[in-house]
Nanobody, 121 residues
């Protein structure tokens, strides 16, 4: 089993900030690309951000973002803690969704349980 556990979701006002965390156990974490997805009710799951594998524990990899979150979200990884983060700022109501952490290993995809982010005044 490969535990993937997200945390940090909650209720935030529009324009506010929130940071999500995802801890992955059972792998040499730095070797794998990590991604954050989100899914709003009635909609398909969409890719939010990706951080690539790192050459060493000290490196953090390169990043990519969905157009809808560029300039507002930052993905990062701490390879000493087997954790990937999603820093979210200037949150909008459209960001409301369940956020999922993803890691692909070989031909298998591993997902966390998801953490709810609700942006509302």
């Amino acid at each position: 089993q490969l535990p993937v556990v997200e945390s940090g979701g909650g209720l935030v006002q529009p324009g506010g900030s929130l940071t999500l965390s995802c801890k992955v156990s059972g792998v040499t974490f730095r070797l794998y690309t990590m991604s954050w997805y989100r899914q709003a009710p009635g909609k398909e799951r969409e890719l939010v951000a990706t951080v690539t594998a790192a050459e060493s524990r000290e490196e953090t990899g390169s990043t990519n973002y969905a157009d809808s979150v560029k300039g507002r979200f930052t993905i990062s990884r701490d390879n000493t803690k087997n954790t990937v983060y999603l820093q979210m700022s200037n949150l909008k109501s459209e960001d409301t969704a369940v956020y999922y952490c993803n890691i692909n290993i070989g031909d298998r995809a591993y997902w966390g349980q998801g953490t709810q982010v609700t942006v509302s005044s």
